[in-house]
C-alpha cells in the first residue's frame, strides 16, 4: 500500500514551547491529509482536515489557534502544537487521501508527543 | 457519515478463523467500508475496503450482504501477531471523506 511517514516519531517538550509534527506522503500526492489524537486505550480523534493550498478545517472543540496545520504541498502536512502544555501530550496520527476512484486513506506511523 | 457499532473485544486462540462484525445501519449510497487494524503505538494500517458482496486479499476477507447495513472482516488462521485493535469505517472515497473512528474491536489471540 501507500507510505506515509510522520516525523518526528516522539518528541519531548518543555511546556510553553511549541513542536512541530510533520506528515509526508511518500510515493502518492495527497490533496487531502487528516490530523488525529490519540490518548491510551481510546480511539482516534480526529481534530483536523488539512486541504492543499487552503486552511484547515477544525473539528468542533478544537483550538485552532493552538494547533496550526499547514498543508503547503500535495506530500507535506505539518501540524505544530503552539505552547504546549502537559495536557496536550498525545499521540498524533496524520492520515492522507490518495483521492481519485477507489480512493483509500493511508496512516502513518504517529507522533508520540510529551511535554513536560 | 455513517456511524459504526462493533463489538468491544474478541478472544481467540491461535490458529482459529475469527470473524468481527460491524454494523453500519445508515450506510450511505456511495459509502464503501473500510477495515483498519492498530497495534500499540502505530498508526492504523489498512486491511480491506469494499462496496458489497465479497472482497478477498492475501490477509482477509470482507463479507458484504445485499443490503449493505453490516460487513463482516473474516481473519482466517489468526496467529498471536494479529492481537489489534480492528476499526470499521464507512465513507465515501470520491469524495475524501473524513473517516471518524467509532471504539474499534479489540481482539485478543491466545496461544
Known amino acids: 500500500g501507500a507510505v506515509v511517514s510522520q516525523h518526528p516519531s516522539w518528541v519531548i517538550c518543555k511546556s510553553g514551547t511549541s513542536v512541530k509534527i510533520e506528515c509526508r506522503s511518500l510515493?502518492?500526492?495527497?490533496?487531502?491529509m487528516f490530523w488525529y489524537r490519540q490518548f491510551p486505550k481510546q480511539s482516534l480523534m480526529l481534530m483536523a482536515t488539512?486541504?492543499?493550498?487552503?486552511?484547515?478545517?477544525?473539528e468542533q472543540g478544537v483550538e485552532k489557534d493552538k494547533f496550526l496545520i499547514n498543508h503547503a504541498s500535495l506530500t507535506l502536512s505539518t501540524l505544530t502544537v503552539t505552547s504546549a502544555h502537559p495536557e496536550d501530550s498525545s499521540f498524533y496520527i496524520c492520515?492522507?487521501?490518495?483521492?481519485?476512484?477507489?480512493?483509500?486513506?493511508?496512516f502513518g506511523e504517529g507522533s508520540w508527543l510529551t511535554v513536560v | 457519515l455513517a456511524k459504526t457499532t462493533q463489538p468491544i473485544s474478541m478472544d481467540s486462540y491461535e490458529g482459529q478463523e475469527v470473524n468481527i462484525t460491524c454494523s453500519h445501519n445508515?450506510?450511505?449510497?456511495?459509502?464503501?467500508i473500510t477495515w483498519y487494524q492498530q497495534f500499540p503505538s502505530q498508526g492504523p494500517r489498512f486491511i480491506i475496503q469494499?462496496?458489497?458482496t465479497k472482497v478477498t486479499n492475501e490477509v482477509a476477507s470482507l463479507f458484504i450482504p445485499a443490503d449493505r447495513k453490516s460487513s463482516t472482516l473474516s481473519l482466517p488462521r489468526v496467529s498471536l501477531s494479529d492481537t489489534a485493535v480492528y476499526y470499521c469505517l464507512v465513507g465515501a472515497p470520491y469524495n475524501t471523506d473524513k473517516l471518524i473512528f467509532g471504539t474499534g474491536t479489540r481482539l485478543q489471540v491466545f496461544p
Open positions: 488539512s486541504n492543499e493550498g487552503s486552511k484547515a478545517t477544525y
Open positions: 445508515n450506510i450511505a449510497t456511495n459509502d464503501y
Open positions: 469494499g462496496y458489497k
Open positions: 510515493d502518492f500526492q495527497a490533496t487531502t
Open positions: 492520515s492522507a487521501s490518495t483521492g481519485g476512484a477507489g480512493n483509500t486513506i493511508y
